[in-house]
């Protein structure tokens, strides 16, 4: 069973700081990384995915990935109040079998105004 | 396009009931997830199918789960009988391939009294 693991939090920030969120996976072969906002009672929205070791910026979020340790992480700068929601971390194989798309458990994060 | 649409919103159902849930993917996408999600175990993969053709069903609970993709725009997923237990958020998602971003419905509450 392919396993994602995050902090569940709750991560408390100051509005305009930086949130990080980190995950990390345990099948060693996924190909694919994506980060997930989801708000209290509302389905899951993209925020990014990332396939390449490295960061992807897009505004004011950056995804970062490191395959050798297994780990992907979500940076949001200058945090605001509407960022406060669950983030999930899914990890996808990338094969036409199998499991695929795995998520986390999310982390809560909460931006104090 | 309308995104991935799932019926009904609300699903309110006594013990020992058939319950089924429905979903009409993006057109064009091949690959279509179900997903169940509890405060308690998250957001957890059930089955999906590629080309309508379940691939991956190893997250379905137990037999009285079954789940069905007859054509590209279609797809039940059918609980009998439904025990209290199954109360959660059924979402159905898809995607374009199976390294593209998943796409979420709005989900179906599920309450088994």
């Known amino acids: 069973q392919k396993e994602v693991e995050q902090n569940s939090g709750p991560l408390s920030v100051p509005e305009g700081a930086i949130a990080s969120l980190n995950c990390t996976y345990s099948?060693?072969?996924?190909?694919?990384f994506f980060w997930y906002r989801q708000y209290s009672g509302k389905s899951p929205e993209l925020i990014m995915f990332i396939y390449s070791n490295g960061d992807k910026e897009d505004g004011r979020f950056t995804a970062q990935l490191n395959k050798a340790s297994q780990y992907v992480s979500l940076l949001i700068r200058d945090s605001q109040p509407s960022d406060s929601a669950t983030y999930l971390c899914?990890?996808?194989?990338?094969?036409?079998?199998?499991?695929?798309?795995?998520f986390g458990p999310g982390t809560r994060l909460s931006v104090l105004p | 396009d309308a995104g991935v649409i799932q019926s009904p919103r609300h699903e309110v159902t006594e013990m020992g009931q058939e319950v089924t849930l429905r979903c009409k993917p993006i057109?064009?996408?091949?690959?279509l997830f179900w997903y169940r999600q509890t405060m308690m175990r998250g957001l957890e993969l059930l089955i999906y199918f590629n080309n309508n053709v379940p691939i991956d069903d190893s997250g379905m609970p137990e037999d009285r789960f079954s789940a069905k993709m007859p054509n590209a725009s279609f797809s039940t997923l059918k609980i009998q009988p439904s025990e209290p237990r199954d109360s959660a958020v059924y979402f159905c998602?898809?995607?374009?391939?199976?390294?593209?971003?998943?796409?979420f419905g709005n989900g179906t509450r599920l309450t088994v009294t």
């Open positions: 899914a990890v996808n194989s990338g094969l036409p079998y199998g499991q695929n798309f795995v």
């Open positions: 057109s064009g996408h091949d690959y």
């Open positions: 099948d060693r072969g996924s190909q694919s």
């Open positions: 998602a898809s995607s374009l391939t199976v390294n593209s971003p998943l796409h």
